[in-house]
């Protein structure tokens, strides 16, 4: 008997830290990271046994060796994961932000490419650009949302490809723009290129320093303004707001063209970026394939539980792994399709881990609240009295 | 000893250190109906849950007829006679009514069912206890009474000796009670044995032979009803003193505060009107109940003032102000405070924190936000205080989790947000659903108070107590017009009982009425 006292008070000690909110998802992220890491290591077995140790030990730190990479590649699914993680904050599924990407991209590179504007000031209009083109983007599935009730999983999908389609054809029919015999638009002038943080062999530029100041900012506007308790309070419980005059109409396009423009922002920083030749930048290729920056904006947002801190986190992470197997399929012999299947299964199992963790702790919360409901000798009210729904079974 | 059918003695159950049963004896004779009385959250269910093998009790033994057993699932309880109707019944909505009483025990023959002598069962049980049913029905079609009736049968067709009732008379009008009763009794006189699991007092002093009375999961005793009285059954509930007539006096009325005018409201489940040209005013100073059957259209009348619904056809006025297109917010600002139906789906963000929760109709006002930033500090500040004025009580005071309060410290805490800031006219539906007696007393003097503060009150229950103790006006809607107007010291519970079954109208409800 004593014994079982002690294990219960060990119990209730154990599930006290688990319960504090941070620790818990913290917890629950780091065991879908290493959930993850299992089954790319299980494909990696597979597809070599020999090299998989090696492999798979390169895959872990070889992003380490190339700091500045992981932070340039981070950018872009920073913002389209802040751009999915706000969305869901207020319960709406921006499935779109590829295609709110691939318009920001356009944006700004019609920007860069086609106005003429002073040094120093250029590159920021473009980066402008690019986020009123991902809010364009943005703002016409919330419109449908809000107004005819559309859902917006459904119309931002589609937004994905007449987004990809209509870039694809603006690009190729603009002439200054667009090189045929490379297929591909040419270098921006350099007023448009987005300065370098000068880090050797990488093209890691100021960009990475705006979007982690714009996940900052967006936790400041989640946690501390009217707005953002109304985006909660609406993701939480949409009834709730309604009953408390909230303009759910309102909100609901505002947070489709911040989550838009955010995306936007995550193409115009891809697209702006200087590479290692100078002169030279990146260039859209119109091969009629959707951006797969903004799907990875969705397991980056799981991953980092939709909190903008959390998804520079979860960002930096998925960089990380991706550079560490560009590694593995260089020095390894492993096919680099290979290596893409390692990495999928890594962030997708990681992200769908986390659902599923986050799931099971739910349940276990609710277990726990019960437990702390009894425990404070409080009254349950007959109709959520949890004892009648075990009653139930 | 050798008459108890059932007999728990002295089971402790502990979730987690917490002791939700703590050494409670329940002896259960047969052919007796045995009320088991406490406030929510005291420990009932559990001790039910025990005895129906949903848990196992760290402590003490059941015995059946004298002879120990073990229940481990509800199949054993079953095997034992053990029946129960539950609160929330559990039957399929899409099934006939014969179909759910076999469910389970299907009679058949090879795999085949074999309905033929299932239904002549079910009727021969129905007429010899007078349960009318229709055995092809639909479940979803028919009443709650009828639906409560093929529960009962459940239980009679697997020949169960021992039939609990979980606060059966929570979904019924006063007649469905009274013959819920004389069944009861009949099965009493049958041999069979009862526990009835209830909170209101006056129906144990109607039809129990003897009542068990638990508090915060300890047993307070047993009692022979005919020796006890409703005060010392509530004293050993609550521990205290409880009154139950609520201290009013004569109301003091003034001007004309909300006139609703030709109200019409669409049905959401079909396509006749859930709410057919009603008009009514509520003056200032009173308290006007809208009382009637679950589903009459009270509820829609409800939405279309506070906006929750759009108005289809007909004006709503609010201190001589159209408010009829207004949105909820512009509402609110005019003067209206809403205690909602139901507080989970409206009343409360639950993933929010208490202190986010109080301020959910004011979190815009200047005091509580400052371009744009809420003020966090005003907001703990402000919760502290209605927590100690409401007596809200929580695990972390203002930042514990909305969702891991009890029902009716979440009540509370709605009631409290609602009354403290500005308002006109409070709308409380159903404010006391679910809550134990002195919570119930708590805010039925709220509202009292609220009333006397010179504001209108327009209540809408189902608790026919609560609408005589509490209403200065009653309106009983329905099929969604108002068929009466009552004044509550003019009228009983059985008529009020009779308008809002139907079967008696006084008012027509054209035009406007005062």
Redesign the interface.
Known sequence: MQNN?NS??L??QA?RIMKSKGMGSFTATLLAILLGLLFGFIVMLIASPANSFNGFLTMLTGGFGRLGDVFYFATPILMTGLSVGFAFKMGLFNIGASGQYTFGMFFALYVGMMWKLPTGIHWIACILAGMIGGMLWGFIPGLLKATMNVNEVITSIMFNYIGMYLVDMFVTNNASMYVPNLTRTGYLPTTAQLPSLGVPNSNVNVSVILAIVIAIILYIVLN????G??L??TG??K?????????DTRNTILTMIIAGGLAGLGGAFAILAPTGITGSSMTYEPINVIAANGFNGIAVALLGSSNPVGIIFSALFVSHIQRGGTQVSSFFGYKPEIIDVVIAVIIYFSAFAMIMSSAVGRLLKKR??????????????????S??E???? | MDNYVIEMLHITKEFAGFKANDDITLQLKKGEIHALLGENGAGKSTLMSVLFGLYQAEKGKILKNGEEVTINNPNDANRLGIGMVHQHFKLVEIFTVLENIILGVEPNAMGVLQKKDARKKVIELSKQYGLQVDPDAIIENISVGMQQRVEILKMLYRNNEILIFDEPTAVLTPQEIDELIEIMRGFAKEGKSILFITHKLNEIMSVADRCTVLRKGKYMGTVEIKDTTKEELSRMMVGRDVSFKVQKDEPNIGEVLLSVKNITMPSKINKKNAVKDVSFDVKAGEIVCLAGIEGNGQSEVISAITGLERVKEGTVTLAGKDITKLNIREKTKTGLSHIPEDRHKHGLVLDYSLEENMVLQRYWQPRFQHNGFIKKKEMRDYTEGLIKQYDIRSGHGPTSSARGMSGGNQQKAIIARELDKEHELLIAVQPTRGLDVGAIEFIHKQLVATRDAGKGVLLMSFELDEVMNISDRILVMYEGEIVGELNPKDTTVQELGLYMSGAKRSRKEKGHAK
């Open positions: 006292k219960s008070k119990k209730m599930s501390k303004t009217t707005f308790y109304e909660k309070a939480f419980n009834h709730a707001s309604k009953y408390a005059g909230m303009n726990s609240r019960k437990e702390a409901v009894k425990e404070l000798e409080q009254t349950l009210s007959s109709e959520d009295d004892l009648k075990k009653t139930e079974v």
